[in-house]
């Protein structure tokens, strides 16, 4: 069985939303996904690269 992960990369490397966005756009997600076993936000302290994988 395989996984979908969705990652919002913005078009700025050195661009982060704020903690409160963050958990505004986790609500948002959580209700239009229902189904989804894990909706959450992550920072990260460093440039990093994706692997997109094969889709």
Same mark, same amino acid.
């Given at each position: 069985?395989?996984?979908? +992960?969705l990652?919002? !990369?913005? *078009?700025?490397?050195?661009?982060? #939303? #704020?903690p =409160?966005?963050?958990?505004?756009a !986790? #609500?948002?997600?959580?209700? +239009? !996904? $229902? *189904?989804?076993? =894990?909706?959450?936000? *992550?920072? =990260?302290?460093? !440039?990093?690269?994706?692997? $997109? *994988?094969?889709?």
């Amino acid at each position: 069985m395989s996984d979908t +992960i969705l990652r919002y !990369v913005p *078009g700025d490397a050195s661009w982060q #939303s #704020s903690p =409160e966005n963050a958990t505004k756009a !986790v #609500s948002l997600l959580e209700t +239009i !996904v $229902p *189904g989804a076993d =894990e909706v959450r936000s *992550g920072f =990260e302290d460093e !440039v990093r690269l994706y692997d $997109p *994988g094969e889709n």
